[in-house]
């Protein structure tokens, strides 16, 4: 069954497979901060359902204390906690780290069971090549897309909107509150002169006359 399995080259169609898992996982991630980088140009009309539940706890903590001094270091979590489909970023980039390492060592392990199984040379130096091939690919395309310079130019474009867009309004409205709360200075009471007394005196008589 295995001389079978290898004769029909099955294992370099699972190892494509894998191969192409990895470049479906790479491209989620570069997908994602895309996204991130679009849809952070104006957060008060941003659809991003994560930008806005960041913008909203941002603007709750900052009415805490003395709120926060600069977003890029909760941003900075954020990002790294981002999801797309469901799972974090760092999880798809492992995943497609993965499938390369698989994609590799599948590779020359079919390889090694074509030799022990004393199959054609061909065989041997088709399942070895294909691992190789394969994995180098997803490393290839990994340099392409440059996933971790992306998260970098996202984690920049967000912080720079709410830089932009959020500190100036949470600033205005901090200095709102604390001036409707200070306490405005007791006004004296006026007082009158004899002369204002006698016209305030007969106004009152010819109003109620």
Request: include cysteine.
């Amino acid at each position: 069954m295995a001389v079978v399995f290898l004769e029909r080259n099955l294992g370099i169609f699972i190892l494509t497979g894998i191969a192409v898992l990895g470049v479906c996982c790479r491209l989620v991630v570069n997908r994602r901060c895309r996204k991130l980088i679009r849809q952070s140009k104006d957060l008060n009309t941003t659809k991003d359902k994560q930008l806005k539940r960041w913008k909203t706890q941002f603007e709750e903590l900052s009415e805490i204390g003395n709120g926060i001094s600069s977003p890029a270091g909760y941003l900075e979590k954020r990002i790294r906690r981002c999801r797309a489909l469901g799972l974090p970023l760092r999880a798809w980039r492992r995943l497609a780290g993965f499938t390369t390492v698989l994609s590799i060592l599948g590779g020359l392990g079919l390889a090694v069971a074509s030799y022990l199984l004393n199959l054609d040379y061909r065989i041997v130096i088709l399942h070895g090549s294909a691992g190789i091939v394969l994995g180098g690919a997803g490393i290839l395309f990994q340099l392409l897309l440059d996933n971790r310079g992306k998260e970098a130019l996202a984690l920049e474009a967000v912080t720079e909107s709410f830089e932009k867009q959020l500190l100036p309004k949470i600033e205005r409205n901090r200095h709102f509150r604390r001036g409707s709360l200070t306490p405005k200075p007791v006004q004296p009471p006026i007082t009158l002169g004899p002369e204002e007394e006698k016209v305030l005196e007969e106004i009152f008589r010819e109003y109620l006359t």
